[in-house]
């Protein structure tokens, strides 16, 4: 089955760092789309960053110039590079991949289990 494994949040103090890993496996034909979604405490969950298969990124406005993503076709594998981090960025981070699987046409999401970053003092 595909799956989306991701790792690397933790506990990190304001302007700290930390870098997000979301690796695809399974019968996989092609991704179209990658990136991360993220959800507060009695908040929504809102988009934080998107990377197209023609390498497009799109970022949302709170974490533009703070956060970079990236992608390794090869690897099937999404990076978030999050640099910067501020107490309103605690939150848990749930990578997604728009994919094509194997013998079939029609593209599907995957969401990964989430990971939790948390940013304090």
């Known amino acids: 089955q595909v799956q989306l494994v991701e790792s690397g949040g933790g506990l990190v103090q304001p302007g700290g760092s930390l870098r997000l890993s979301c690796a695809a496996s399974?019968?996989?034909?092609?991704?179209?789309?990658m990136g991360w979604y993220r959800q507060a405490p009695g908040k929504q969950r809102e988009l934080v960053a998107t990377?197209?298969?023609?390498?497009?990124?799109n970022y949302a406005d709170s974490v533009k110039g703070r956060f970079t993503i990236s992608r390794d076709n090869a690897k099937n594998t999404a990076y978030l590079q999050m640099n910067s981090l501020k107490p309103e960025d605690t939150a848990v981070y749930y990578c997604?991949?728009?994919?094509?699987?194997?013998?079939?046409?029609?593209?599907?999401?995957?969401w990964g289990q989430g990971t939790q970053v948390t940013v304090s003092s």
């Open positions: 399974g019968m996989i034909f092609s991704i179209y789309t």
């Open positions: 997604y991949a728009r994919l094509r699987e194997v013998l079939t046409t029609t593209p599907r999401d995957y």
């Open positions: 990377i197209t298969s023609g390498e497009r990124a």
